[in-house]
């Protein structure tokens, strides 16, 4: 609960201290999914074998192009129900949760049925070696079976996120990729599974994850008022969620689509290049997934349904403080440590080589980035999703023309500085718009 702050509806005060107590457990709890990508990637990088680290890279990335695709299922839903929570709305609350639900599930099964199909159009878009594509193919037919236990776990997660419960968020979290980790030594390096152990274990943590939150969350809504049914099917409501689900969806698939042209371009510079991306890109993410945890989203959310104006300046104002103090604490810890973390990641000596060339450009993506991560939030909990998605498509098209212009001339050094260009667009451009519409939303 917000100090100083009544539990659900009305204006509210934004402390140092009301953002660190949603943000320190959610960015804890945000920081498991990329420790999860570097397990992964460490597993199979004890094989020694580029082509199977690169491999796993590049089923990875196809993979997140899909789901990230549905990541509305978290952010939408966390929007909702803070915006629900501001106005003391609790049926609202428990409605958009059941809604999100619904999608989870029936997008889930049709996402587990085109595994296949997916697996052979992620082969033919990366174009890569055909040992990379093999372990590739592997990777994304086993690691698709999860898809509606993942999706419904977006729902989950979304929930609790917009009523600002970050250490309930932790928990299942650690629950989630705590099995997964293990099952990923056990299957992956133990039991010698490699890629395909990877891919089970991530089933199996996406599945049992889902089952611990169904239990809590129904938990809880047995003890509040029953949901009446006309409130669940709603259609204005679900309408007006089709449409931010549909605008954060362009916008996740345009920012999933620049890292997989990133992947592509760095696939074309030879397998041994393509891994050290990969391996870099996961300290991005560890970067970016540290940023995204802030109380901005909840924060934002919730003071838009409160009309509360005071507030919501306030969290953006606080949030961004201490988004650029951790984006310099995390980038300080790139430069200095980098190259003992490539180490531990990989034991490729080629890999590790070309890694560390390119180390500084990965560690100073928190700080060309934190700015992004920052603006989503705030645009996510507002549910301004149009304007997020056009700043998104904008910034897409300025990151191919400069991946395009500067990869070409300068190689992988080329583009690493696109990616650093997409990131600053996207901040800035955001920040512009903010201005514009904190004049008319309150």
Sequence with gaps: MLSGSPLHSGSFVVTNRSVLAIAVPMTLAYLTTPMLGLVDTAVVGQFGDAALLGGLAAGALIFDVVFTSFNFLRSGTTGLVAQAFGRGDALEEQAVFWRAVLIAVIAGIVLAALAPLVAIAGQKFM????????????????????????????????????RGEGGLGLVLQLVL?????????????????????????????????MLLGLAVVIRRFRAAPPLPRHRLLDMTAFLRMLSLNRDIMIRSFSLLAAFALFTRQGAQFGTVTLAANAVLMNFFLVAGYFLDGFATEQLAG????????????????????????????????????????????????????????????????????????????????????????????????????????????????????????????????????LRLKVRTAF
Aim: aromatic letters at 12%.
């Design 302 to 433: 919730r003071a838009v349904g409160a009309r509360a104006a005071a507030p919501f300046r306030q969290a953006v104002r606080l949030t961004l403080f201490w988004g650029f103090g951790l984006a310099g604490a995390a980038t300080l810890v790139m430069l200095c440590g980098g190259a003992n973390l490539v180490a531990l990641v990989t034991t490729s000596e080629d890999v590790r080589s070309v890694a560390d060339i390119y180390l500084p450009w990965a560690a100073f993506t928190a700080l060309s980035g934190v700015l992004a991560f920052q603006m989503d939030g705030v645009f996510i909990g507002a549910t301004w999703s149009r304007d997020m998605r056009n700043m998104m498509l904008l910034s897409f098209l300025v990151f191919a023309a400069a991946l395009l212009t500067l990869a070409p001339a300068f190689g992988n050094n080329g583009l690493w500085a696109a990616l650093h260009v997409f990131l600053l667009v996207r901040g800035f451009s955001l920040l512009t718009i």
């Design 127 to 162: 174009g890569a070696e055909p040992r990379v594509s093999e372990a590739m193919g592997v990777y994304i037919r086993i690691r698709l079976l999860a898809a509606p236990f993942s999706l419904i776990n977006y729902a989950i997660l979304g929930y609790v996120l917009g």
């Design 177 to 209: 990729n705590g099995i997964n980790i293990a099952l990923c030594f056990l299957l992956g390096l133990k039991l010698g599974w490699g890629v395909a152990g990877v891919a089970w274990a991530t089933v199996s943590g996406e599945f049992l994850a």
